[in-house]
């Protein structure tokens, strides 16, 4: 998203925001341990951190990976959503509110592709996302699994099937929700659609929001995770696996940009992660596409 192109003042503020906001990304690979000073979006510094069991850059910006989804401890909190009033208190804390989102007449403009430069193929993209990451319970993803239409819930695991029924992490090569990194990347289109579209101020929200910061450490995270795209967690001398999406750093990047399209589609984002079975993460860690058939290990999550 370039410079944010107000008059005055407000185009001084824009510039420096843009400025940041690429020089945090350029940060990536140089200087990513030195962000352990992290403050939050008032200003203050950041709360104690807590041992989620994480490790960085998988953990995130400290004082913020308190607000990310915990291990569930019961069968009832998987794919549990988090409801708007968990929501809107998570948005507090990374500095957003229900006045820097998207009107409804603005969101669909974007995911209809429409408004002043809208587009289609990224209205899709955009939507998919929006779909893949609240894949929770009363909101099933249908696959098309051995030819027959089939649905699946597995967000707490940072899994989904994508359209072709193949089991994958939703920050894998071939998912719209690592394919949309072009479209919300600094001179992307979601940039400029805002702007163009009267949500300047949501655009400047999102930059002086957490996402910033931990946007560095879910690009670290991904970039250093292979095909697979999965997070080992160690807590208690017990290891398991999770997809990307649940590792705190990107789960916070994800609600934010979700709470600023819609804060009900936040509110639908997964309460708590869960282990992905054994069987299953083996399964792909070792394929060379981080994929696998879902009718194969479709079983393990019944």
Sequence with gaps: MRGIELAGPEHRRGATLHCRTVSVLAMV???LLSLVATRTASGEPAAGTVDTGFAIPFAGAPGYERLAPTQLTSPGQLNEPLGQQAADEIAGQVGLNRADALSEQQYRDLIT?????????AAEVIDACARILTNTNGRPLYSDVDGNPTPSVLASYGLYVNTSGLLESPANADAPTRQVNSLIAPGGFVGTWLRNNGATRTLIALY???YTVQAVYGFASQ????AAQLVTNTKGGVRSEVGMSMAPPLWIVNFALLYILQPSLAAAMPAYWAPIPSAVADAVRSSPTGQVPFSDYASYFQ
């Design 29 to 31: 690979g140089v200087c």
């Design 113 to 121: 592709g429409g408004g002043v430069g809208g587009s289609g193929e």
């Design 208 to 210: 002086r929001s957490a």
């Design 223 to 226: 970039q250093i995770s292979g």
